[in-house]
Structure formats: structure tokens, C-alpha cells
Nanobody
Framework: QVQLVESGGGLVQAGGSLRLSCAAS????????MGWYRQAPGKQHELVAR???????NYADSVKGRFTISRDNYNNTLYLQMNSVKPEDTAVYYC?????????WGQGTQVTVSS
């Protein structure tokens, strides 16, 4: 059973910063990659950022230059550094880990950006 536990969400003013963390219950090298999704009210689930075991990263156009995904392999933790946040970044953020045939999700953490 894989567990992904997010933390770090909360209320932040526009232009501010926030760092999300995702602690995995197993060695994160057991996954092909990890990432962050988000879902805002009334909107579709959106891939925010992804990082593979080889270190390849990709980002949604809406967050490029503002968000940075990283991983701490020793502590089996995934991060999302969010800078220059905007009200449209308000959403529930979900940690995601995947293998060829499986996907795993955290319970989500709420991020609210006030204008």
C-alpha cells in the first residue's frame, strides 16, 4: 500500500510564496516519476508539474517560471515551490506518483491565493 501525504497548503496573498511537500511511504525511486496535479472549483484536473527518476521536468504553461518541482530522494519527499502566486492558482493540489501500470494519489491540500 502506497501512501502519499501532502502538506504545506494554506492561505497566501497574491505575489507570495508557498512550498508544498509530499511524503511517500516507500522509496520514491520505485516510481517512474512523480508530480503535482490541481483542481479548482468548476475546472478540470490539471497537471501542474512532473519530475521523472532521471530528473526530467515539465510544467503547465500557466506556472512556468513561477513554480519549481524537486525531490529529496533520501527523505522520499516531493516538493513544489510556488512563487509569485496568483488568485488563479487557488485549487486543491494533489501529489501523484506513477509506475508503468499504476497511479497513486495523495488526499490533496488546499491552496488559496487572496487578491
Amino acid at each position: 500500500q502506497v501512501q502519499l501525504v501532502e502538506s504545506g497548503g494554506g492561505l497566501v496573498q497574491a505575489g507570495g510564496s508557498l512550498r508544498l511537500s509530499c511524503a511517500a511511504s516507500r522509496n520514491i525511486f520505485s516510481f517512474t516519476g512523480m508530480g503535482w496535479y490541481r483542481q479548482a472549483p468548476g475546472k478540470q484536473h490539471e497537471l501542474v508539474a512532473r519530475i521523472t527518476n532521471s530528473g526530467y521536468t515539465n510544467y503547465a504553461d500557466s506556472v512556468k517560471g513561477r513554480f519549481t518541482i524537486s525531490r529529496d530522494n533520501y527523505n522520499n519527499t516531493l516538493y513544489l515551490q510556488m512563487n509569485s502566486v496568483k488568485p488563479e492558482d487557488t485549487a486543491v493540489y494533489y501529489c501523484w506518483a506513477y509506475k508503468i501500470s499504476d497511479n497513486y494519489w495523495g488526499q490533496g491540500t488546499q491552496v488559496t491565493v487572496s487578491s
